[in-house]
């Protein structure tokens, strides 16, 4: 028998890492690949396993292409929280690990008024 025609469950090859977006991003993706035979397709599960799961379908927000969910014009009030990557084939699924999606912020932190600030030419050391 050939090997090719087993059939073969699915099995992660890749997983993003967390992200943390912030106000300035038009776009951001997160992504999960797995081998298996036939090929795996893929969804996505905001919450998963909670009473407020739901499944991420595409729409003028959401794009999912293959393993990737691709956020267009992220949220703060809508997009921070768990994601989970599902692979399925006729041989079964396999759940990701949970993707965390953060929203952060980088404000003025500046403690020092604005203005010109003098340094003296070599009076430092290296270590």
């Given amino acids: ?8 469950g ?4 890749f997983v993003s890492k967390s992200v943390v ?6 776009h951001f993706s997160i992504e999960c690949a797995a081998e298996g035979n036939p090929s795996p397709s893929y969804e996505w ?17 959401y794009t999912v292409t293959n393993g990737r ?17 599902v ?5 079964g699924s396999v759940f990701s690990r949970p993707i965390i999606v953060a929203y952060g912020f980088i ?11 003098t340094a003296v030419l070599y009076q ?4």
Wanted: with cysteine; proline share 8%; net charge negative.
């Fill in 107 to 117: 404000n003025e932190f500046s403690n020092d008024p604005p203005g010109t600030r």
């Fill in 69 to 85: 969910l691709t956020f267009t014009k992220p949220r703060q009030d809508v997009d921070p929280g768990t994601y989970t990557c």
């Fill in 1 to 8: 028998t050939d090997p090719n025609s087993w059939t073969v």
């Fill in 21 to 26: 977006f912030s106000s300035r991003a038009s």
């Fill in 45 to 61: 599960y905001r919450k998963w396993g909670t009473d407020e799961e739901t499944r991420v379908t595409a729409d003028d927000h």
């Fill in 10 to 13: 699915p099995k992660f090859t």
């Fill in 87 to 91: 692979a399925k084939n006729d041989a």
């Fill in 124 to 127: 430092g050391e290296i270590g």
